[in-house]
């Protein structure tokens, strides 16, 4: 690995100095959100401190100068996905809206009574709900395709809930219960010779791997900032421009409009057609340096030090007696699932907090996934790239330890 | 090494936890109510047998934490024999006891009961203790249906 320090890492980010019930902080929630480097706390105060006004409005200077910053996250998110062009992203709320606005827009202009959508059986909630409210609207029908055991995909019963009715696939790309890293490329390539337009949900995948929406050659792409290092309150919609030049508009107000009357709107070209209102300006340019700052180190590398991690923890827990990893997909990103006997996942969560050590107990967004698997909730640790295998250790120690007092 | 947990998870919590106290279904309960904690996936059936007001008997299915499963089945132990009101006003004090809004809140007046004051602490983990006691309530109003902690 070229020059990956994870201590030099860990000094970016200060809340990993907290101490937490007189404990040094393990934090193993990234799966739910990330910490923050010092980098994205300074641009938001920079921001508010020298740069802020409005976007796209004003030709005063401040206005000017916070446009410039707005959009030109904009490009960076653009080449940290590589996707074509500035048009291409669409800012949102997060994951769940950039769904959502797909669901409302594409699916209600092409998605019809006795259609299919196509979904997997390991998605997260936002990636199922907004799905059976199009279906509720129009009539189309919800399939979903199974996993297996390991919690992967079955591709062949995927495939074979291909047909012509099947009008849009929308499959995550790394499960946030699981793990599991979805064959996305296969997918993508077996819908295209269907012309079935395929939507990633990225919202795990992309602070762990390089997303390059050219080479997957997806339809859509939707992801969060606040996974990615970045603030809570904003997220990317990609998708292909000709895909989003024909979609009618999401929700209708300032910004996405060129031309008001009370009788006819003519809307804004792309992508401000789809952002109505004043967005999440801080948001927006904090996450443009969330990008910077990985950027900087390489998502590559951030993939092989993940790596490294995952397979220590999974090493580690399957020498803990009674302990079972829920989701062992051969192709997986850095999240470690797991029930104990007898334990349930709470007691986990709150034992494991009094060492400091914060993990995720619970559904997961993902109850299809637990009633798969006849569990009601997992114990889940995710890591990120400021995670160290000393960490690993405390968290295994800590398991030990809870499972001897249950006794 | 958990001796921050030890108002939490006390011995008796443990024991209930293990051994919980009428674990069974009840074929000739007069009253049967479904609870659900969504947020953790706590789900119990609670059952009660009724004579007049008084609850002669109660009894549990379900599978929770180890708060939830030991409040439960301290709960069908010490409502046997109670009638309606007196339940009733026991789930008041409880209530009261866990969101921990009074300071001065006297515990030897609930008794055994007094094991479950550690959540007080743990805002996360109330509504573990409290499900046992909202599906009682719902019983007691013979709601048939299945009541959430949300």
């Given at each position: 690995?070229?020059?990956?320090?994870?201590?030099?890492?860990r000094?970016?980010f200060?809340?990993?100095a907290?101490?937490?019930?007189?404990?040094?902080?393990?934090?193993?929630d990234?799966?739910a959100?990330?910490?923050?480097?010092q980098a994205?706390i300074?641009s938001?105060v920079?921001l508010?401190?020298?740069d802020y006004?409005n976007?796209?409005?004003?030709?005063?200077?401040?206005?000017?100068r916070?446009t410039?910053l707005f959009e030109?996250?904009r490009?960076?998110?653009?080449d940290f996905?590589?996707?074509r062009?500035?048009?291409?992203i669409?800012?949102v709320?997060g994951a769940?809206?950039?769904?959502?606005?797909?669901?409302?827009?594409?699916?209600?202009?092409?998605?019809?009574?006795g259609?299919?959508?196509i979904i997997?059986?390991?998605?997260?909630h936002?990636n199922i709900?907004?799905?059976?409210m199009?279906?509720e609207?129009?009539?189309?029908?919800?399939?979903v395709?199974?996993?297996?055991l390991?919690?992967?995909l079955i591709?062949?019963?995927?495939e074979?809930?291909?047909n012509?009715?099947?009008?849009?696939?929308s499959?995550?790309h790394?499960?946030?219960?699981?793990?599991t890293?979805?064959?996305?490329k296969?997918?993508?390539?077996a819908a295209?010779a269907?012309?079935?337009?395929?939507?990633?949900?990225g919202?795990?995948?992309?602070?762990h791997?390089t997303?390059?929406?050219?080479e997957?050659?997806?339809d859509?792409?939707?992801f969060?900032?606040?996974?990615l290092y970045?603030?809570?309150?904003?997220g990317?919609?990609?998708?292909?421009?000709?895909?989003?030049?024909a979609m009618?508009p999401?929700?209708g107000?300032?910004?996405?409009?060129?031309?008001v009357t009370?009788?006819?709107?003519?809307?804004n070209?792309?992508?401000?057609?789809?952002?109505a209102?004043?967005?999440?300006?801080?948001?927006?340019?904090?996450?443009?340096?969330?990008i910077?700052?990985?950027?900087?180190?390489?998502?590559?590398?951030?993939?092989?030090y993940?790596?490294?991690?995952?397979?220590?923890?999974?090493?580690?827990?399957?020498?803990?007696k009674?302990?079972?990893?829920?989701?062992?997909?051969?192709?997986?990103?850095a999240?470690?699932?797991?029930?104990?006997d007898?334990?349930h996942?709470?007691?986990i969560?709150?034992?494991?907090?009094s060492l400091?050590i914060a993990i995720?107990?619970?559904h997961?967004?993902?109850m299809?996934?637990?009633?798969?698997?006849?569990?009601?909730?997992?114990?889940?640790a995710?890591?990120?790239m400021?995670?160290t295998?000393?960490?690993i250790?405390?968290?295994?120690n800590?398991i030990?330890?809870?499972?001897?007092?249950?006794? | 090494m958990?001796?921050?947990?030890?108002?939490?998870?006390?011995?008796?919590i443990?024991?209930?936890?293990?051994?919980?106290?009428?674990f069974?279904?009840?074929?000739?309960a007069?009253r049967?109510?479904?609870?659900?904690?969504?947020?953790?996936?706590?789900?119990?059936t609670?059952?009660?047998?009724m004579n007049?007001?008084?609850?002669e008997?109660?009894?549990f299915?379900?599978?929770g934490?180890?708060?939830?499963?030991a409040?439960?089945?301290?709960?069908t132990?010490?409502?046997q024999g109670k009638?309606?009101?007196?339940?009733?006003?026991?789930?008041k004090?409880?209530h009261?006891?866990?969101?921990?809004?009074?300071?001065?809140?006297?515990?030897?007046?609930i008794?055994?009961l007094?094991?479950?004051?550690?959540?007080?602490?743990?805002?996360?983990r109330?509504k573990c203790?409290?499900l046992?006691w909202?599906?009682l309530?719902?019983a007691?109003?013979?709601?048939?249906?299945s009541?959430?902690?949300?």
């Open positions: 690995m070229t020059g990956f320090d994870v201590n030099k890492i000094q970016d200060p809340i990993l907290e101490k937490i019930r007189n404990k040094p902080l393990v934090y193993l990234n799966a959100t990330c910490q923050k480097p994205v300074d938001i920079h508010y401190s020298h006004a976007v796209h409005r004003g030709v005063h200077t401040l206005s000017v916070s410039d030109s996250a490009t960076k998110v653009k996905i590589n996707a062009g500035d048009k291409e669409i800012f709320k769940t809206e950039a769904i959502n606005l797909v669901a409302q827009t594409y699916g209600k202009a092409n998605i019809h009574s259609d299919e959508i997997t059986a390991m998605e997260h936002s709900v907004p799905w059976q199009l279906c609207q129009t009539g189309a029908i919800l399939k395709a199974p996993i297996n390991q919690g992967e591709y062949a019963e995927f074979k809930l291909l012509d009715k099947t009008k849009l696939i499959v995550v790394m499960s946030n219960a699981l793990g890293i979805n064959p996305v296969q997918i993508i390539g295209h269907r012309n079935i337009p395929v939507l990633l949900d919202a795990q995948a992309i602070p791997m997303v390059d929406v050219q997957l050659d997806c859509f792409y939707v969060s900032g606040h996974k970045g603030p809570t309150g904003v990317v919609l990609y998708g292909k421009q000709a895909l989003l030049e009618p999401y929700q107000g300032g910004d996405m409009i060129r031309k009370f009788t006819e709107t003519e809307y070209t792309l992508p401000y057609k789809f952002e209102g004043t967005p999440d300006i801080a948001g927006v340019v904090a996450l443009g340096a969330a910077d700052y990985l950027t900087a180190i390489g998502m590559e590398n951030i993939a092989a993940e790596a490294e991690l995952l397979a220590y923890a999974t090493e580690k827990a399957l020498a803990i009674g302990l079972r990893i829920i989701g062992e997909a051969q192709h997986k990103g999240i470690l699932s797991f029930v104990l007898k334990i996942p709470h007691d969560g709150t034992m494991l907090d400091g995720r107990a619970g997961h967004c993902a299809p996934v637990m009633d798969f698997y006849q569990v009601p909730a997992t114990a889940r995710s890591f990120a400021y995670n295998k000393t960490e250790d405390v968290l295994m800590g030990t330890s809870l499972i001897e007092v249950f006794g | 958990f001796d921050d947990l030890r108002d939490l998870y006390q011995e008796v443990f024991d209930h936890n293990r051994n919980p106290r009428n069974r279904v009840m074929d000739n007069d049967k109510v479904e609870g659900f904690n969504p947020l953790c996936g706590d789900r119990l609670l059952f009660l047998k007049g007001d008084v609850i008997e109660a009894s299915q379900g599978s934490c180890a708060i939830s499963t409040s439960v089945s301290l709960m132990e010490i409502i009638t309606e009101a007196e339940a009733k006003q026991l789930f004090k409880f009261e006891m866990t969101t921990g809004k009074d300071e001065h809140f006297n515990l030897e007046a008794g055994k007094a094991v479950l004051a550690g959540v007080r602490e743990y805002p996360a109330v203790a409290t046992a909202h599906t309530d719902a007691l109003k013979n709601e048939q249906q009541i959430s902690t949300e």
